[in-house]
């Protein structure tokens, strides 16, 4: 089991930048493939980025590449999402989660923490 708690959420203006934290308990945050994703008002839960267990690879998705990074801590069983350059539509509830060794999807997740990017 891993419950995961985002945090560093807020209110910014177009241009700025955020720094999300995402706090994992349990000893086997290692083994896990972390991923960030994000909920506009009235849309669906799309993909940010992600990063594999030992923090060798990472993924993104067009819409952030070059302005977001993905990075982990596994000492610190954390996972962070640094956001520049930050755009009005990057507005939405984001959320982390944790996908477990072998699987194919993301087992758990938390519980969201707001970004809006003011014009």
């Known amino acids: 089991q891993v419950q995961l708690v985002e945090s560093g959420g807020g209110l910014v203006q177009a241009g700025g930048s955020l720094k999300l934290s995402c706090a994992a308990s349990g000893r086997t945050f290692s083994s896990y493939a972390m991923g960030w994703f994000r909920q506009a008002p009235g849309k669906e839960r799309e993909f940010v980025a992600a990063?594999?267990?030992?923090?060798?690879?990472?993924y993104y998705a067009d819409s952030v590449k070059g302005r977001f990074t993905i990075s982990r801590d596994n000492a610190e069983n954390t996972v962070y999402l640094q956001m520049n350059s930050l755009k009005p539509e990057d507005t939405a509830v984001y959320y982390c989660a944790a996908q477990g060794p072998g699987s194919y999807e993301y087992d758990y997740w938390g519980q969201g923490t707001q970004v809006t990017v003011s014009s």
């Open positions: 990063i594999n267990w030992s923090g060798s690879s990472t």
